[in-house]
C-alpha cells in the first residue's frame, strides 16, 4: 500500500518525521442531498483547537433553481458561531429580531451565551436561480464566565476584515491579531481565525497561537516533511517554534485557527456548556418550548434529536 493511500494519521505516524504536525485529521464528509459537510472538529482525535470546538466546511455545491438550504430555526447555548462564505449567500433570522444576508467576504459572529435561536435559509430571489455555496462555519466555545452572556449578533462586512499581503501571500485575518494587524471582530479569549490563498510555489510562515491548526480549503500543502491534502486539519503541536512555514504545492486556500484552551467542553447536538446538567436543562427548555423564538418562524423549528 502506498503512503498516500493510508489513513492520514497513520501517515503522519509513519513517516516518523512529522516535525511541527502533531497528527492529521480527515473530516467526516456527510452528504445531506447533494450538499456535502465536511466536519473536522469535533473527532475523536481533537476535541477542540484553543477555543475552536466545532468546524464545519460545507460544499461546494450546486443548486438547481428552487432548491437550496433550509435550516429550520433551533437552539445554542455556550457557543458563539462564526459563519463565512467563500460563494453564495445565507439568510441569517435569530430571536433576536436580527436578520443579515451573509455574503462571501463577511463575517457573520452569533453570541449564543445563555440561549438563541436561529435559521438558516437563502432570498427567493437566490433560492429562485441555479447557485453555489461554499462556506465554512465554526463555533468558539465561550470562557465559563462568558456562558451565560447576554446573547447577541454582530455582523462584519468583508470591508471591516483587515486584508494584507505577507510574502506575496493574500492573507485575511478574520479575528485576533495577527502579522501587524488586528480584527474588530469580538472575541471572548485569544483567539485566531486566519484564511490565506497561496498560489502554487508560495510559502507562508504561521502565526503564533498556544494551540493552531491549518485546514485546506482548496489545493495541497508541505508543512516541514509533511503533506496536508485537501480537506485535511493538521493539528500543531503545542509548545514548537513559533517559525512554522507551509508551502503550497498547488493553488490553495486554507484556514488557520487557533488560540488559548478554555477548558474541556460537554457538546451534545447545537448545545455547549462546561457544565452536564446544563446541557440537560437545555435540552428540556427546548423540548417544552422556552426558548425566544424566531420573528415570521414560530411555527417551525427542529426537534430535538432523540
Known amino acids: 500500500m502506498s503512503t498516500t493511500s493510508k489513513n492520514p494519521i ?7 518525521a512529522c516535525g511541527a504536525i502533531d497528527r492529521i485529521i480527515h473530516p467526516r464528509d456527510k452528504d445531506l442531498g447533494g450538499f456535502s459537510v465536511r466536519r473536522a472538529l469535533p473527532t475523536i482525535q481533537a476535541r477542540m483547537v484553543g477555543p475552536w470546538i466545532f468546524f464545519d466546511h460545507m460544499g461546494p455545491a450546486d443548486f438547481a433553481a428552487g ?17 463565512y462564505l467563500f460563494e453564495g449567500e445565507i439568510l441569517h433570522r435569530d430571536s433576536l429580531g436580527s436578520e443579515a444576508v451573509i455574503r462571501p467576504g463577511d463575517i457573520n459572529l452569533m453570541v449564543a451565551g445563555r440561549g438563541i435561536v436561529h435559521s438558516e435559509r437563502e432570498r427567493a430571489a437566490t433560492r429562485g436561480q441555479p447557485h453555489r455555496l461554499h462556506a465554512l462555519q465554526l463555533w468558539l466555545a465561550l470562557p465559563q464566565d462568558d456562558e451565560e452572556t447576554e446573547p447577541a449578533f454582530h ?16 492573507v485575511r485575518v478574520m479575528m485576533g491579531q495577527a502579522y501587524g494587524v488586528h480584527s474588530p471582530v469580538r472575541t471572548f479569549a485569544d483567539t485566531l481565525y486566519i484564511e490565506a490563498e497561496l ?3 508560495q510559502q507562508l510562515t504561521l502565526p503564533a497561537a498556544r494551540e493552531r491548526a491549518v485546514y485546506v480549503a482548496q489545493g495541497r500543502l508541505q508543512a516541514q516533511d ?3 491534502e485537501q480537506y485535511e486539519m493538521a493539528i500543531l503541536q503545542a509548545g514548537v517554534s513559533d517559525e512554522i512555514v507551509v508551502q503550497a504545492s498547488q493553488d490553495t486556500r486554507l484556514a488557520i485557527i487557533g488560540g488559548e484552551p ?10 455547549v456548556s462546561s457544565r452536564k446538567a446544563r446541557i440537560e436543562q437545555a435540552k428540556a427548555d427546548w423540548t417544552q418550548g422556552r426558548f425566544p423564538k424566531v420573528a415570521g418562524d414560530e411555527d417551525d423549528f427542529i426537534p430535538l434529536p432523540r
Open 67 to 83: 432548491d437550496g438550504i433550509d435550516v429550520r430555526p433551533h437552539p445554542h447555548i455556550g457557543i458563539a458561531t462564526v459563519t
Open 262 to 271: 478554555v477548558g474541556p467542553r460537554y457538546i451534545e447536538w447545537n448545545f
Open 155 to 170: 455582523h462584519y462586512p468583508t470591508a471591516d476584515i483587515p486584508a494584507l499581503k505577507v510574502d506575496g501571500v493574500a
Open 226 to 228: 509533511s503533506v496536508i
Open 199 to 201: 498560489k502554487a510555489g
Open 10 to 16: 497513520e501517515r503522519c505516524e509513519a513517516s516518523q
